[in-house]
């Protein structure tokens, strides 16, 4: 079998990349960043606070975590009703009591249906990203670009009524078009945490930021899909902490500079009661290391985009 001549002759067919929504980047060639204290690692917690609707839309596809037996799916909607009731308290309070400030992706039906939750976030410090409307507003590149311009105008303008401006946006499973970029950018925002594809953030050549929420090791990979327990989850972070700060600390002078390590955690996978204790110690092991300096997203962003000049 022999491959068809028009293969070879694709137009976008390059070193690097075949789309231009971003340049190609090896992070051994960037300028280095140091993170204040002269750690060599942010540790960026992010919450995802979600409210998934009884009946699921399935438009454009049904969002992960979502209902999955038949309606009114009650074992499901309030399991994940736990997280916003009682997991996330739990989170709030670990990183209150250690002086930690973090993101929450937040949908903004959780705001608007709970607001003693927002506030609790907000006059704790910590910061809001927008994570779409509610479980069903997801994106992909089968929408139209006027649905998909709906979904995330919507979200801003909802926020707006709250009187909250969020300069992150977090997609429903981390899905976006090829249009989304430039949405974001129209609608105000100024970064999104969507593109997993490194250990730092990165630019998009219309200036929006990539900060990498890296899946691999969110807790609903290790605790739900691979069924790893809270003690191994722990281990696992705090073996990728190491990693990442000698890392850091061997490249010096080389140009590779600091790392990033994201934390995405969910109120009703990790704040169930025989996990939380695990995750507390994670945090005073990652503490005791003196290797990390733990950040909101938007302050990470601002470090990182200093050293850049």
Not at 239 to 249: F, K, N, Q, T, V
Not at 260 to 269: G, W
Request: net charge negative; hydrophobic share 40%; proline share 6%.
């Amino acid at each position: 079998m022999t491959l068809n001549p028009d293969y070879l002759d694709y137009p976008r067919r390059r070193e690097g990349y075949d789309h231009d929504l971003y340049d190609w980047s090896e992070i051994r060639n960037r300028a280095p960043v140091r993170w204040p204290g002269g750690r060599p690692l942010a540790v960026w917690p992010c919450i995802a606070a979600e409210f998934f609707p009884l009946t699921p839309s399935d438009t454009p596809f049904r969002a992960p975590g979502h209902m999955q037996t038949a309606f009114p799916d009650y074992r499901h909607y309030t399991a994940r009703d736990y997280g916003n009731r009682v997991g996330i308290w739990r989170l709030l309070d670990a990183f209150e009591v250690r002086g930690i400030r973090c993101s929450v992706a937040m949908n903004v039906a959780v705001a608007e249906r709970y607001p003693a939750l927002l506030e609790a976030v907000l006059s704790g410090g910590h910061e809001v990203l927008a994570h779409s409307t509610d479980m069903n507003g997801t994106i992909d590149g089968s929408l139209s670009a006027d649905a998909e311009n709906a979904i995330i105008g919507e979200t801003r303008a909802r926020w707006a009524a709250l009187g909250v401006a969020p300069k992150g946006w977090h997609s429903i499973a981390r899905s976006q078009s090829f249009r989304t970029p430039d949405l974001l950018r129209a609608h105000g925002f100024d970064w999104t945490c969507d593109w997993v594809n490194d250990d730092l953030p990165w630019r998009f050549r219309n200036g929006l930021v990539n900060l990498p929420l890296n899946h691999e090791l969110s807790d609903r990979q290790i605790l739900n899909v691979t069924q790893a327990s809270a003690d191994s989850y722990a281990t696992q972070i705090g073996d990728a902490a190491d990693w990442l700060a000698g890392e850091a600390d061997a490249s010096e002078g080389t140009g590779w500079g600091g790392r990033l390590l994201a934390l995405e955690l969910t109120p009703y996978i990790i704040g169930l009661p025989y996990r939380i204790g695990a995750f507390e110690a994670l945090l005073d092991r990652l503490i005791a290391s003196g290797q990390c300096w733990f950040a909101p997203g938007g302050a990470i962003i601002a470090e990182w985009s200093a050293a850049q000049g």
